[in-house]
């Protein structure tokens, strides 16, 4: 199991960003997808998730209106599209991977971690 996480830069206040999370070695019908993000000298908190089973989806109250997310079970890929970005945003984004219905934005219910990509919105 592999998740590889892309999409990060920099971006001004307002900009837009798209994080892309490529899943391998297995299918994403079976497992749920989370969005997970570290700033400097802060905790790890989710972001988004979306289940396996029927897509539900769910968003931190920070990113509510501005963030969203989608897969592509095509591509094997889970999206992060987020607009409206603020400096607040900027952070280390992971993908997280967890196996069975449902979701959760709780960090230690996820197994499979990808590697992060850079978020930096300036002000």
Not at 30 to 52: D, H, L, M, N, T
Not at 68 to 91: C, F, H, R
Not at 96 to 108: D, E, H, K, Q, R
Request: a neutral charge; proline letters at 2%.
């Amino acid at each position: 199991v592999q998740l590889q996480a892309s999409g990060g830069g920099l971006v001004q206040t307002g900009g837009s960003l798209r994080l892309s999370c490529a899943a391998s070695g297995f299918t994403l019908d079976y497992y749920a997808i989370a969005w997970f993000r570290q700033a400097p000298g802060k905790e790890r908190e989710g972001v988004s998730c979306i289940s396996s089973s029927d897509r539900t989806t769910y968003y931190a109250d920070a990113v509510k209106g501005r963030f969203t997310i989608s897969g592509d079970n095509a591509k094997n890929t889970v999206y992060l599209q987020m607009n409206s970005l603020k400096p607040e945003d900027t952070a280390v984004y992971y993908c997280a991977a967890m196996f069975g219905v449902g979701y959760s934005n709780t960090a230690s219910a996820y197994p499979y971690w990808g590697q992060g990509t850079l978020v930096t919105v300036s002000s």
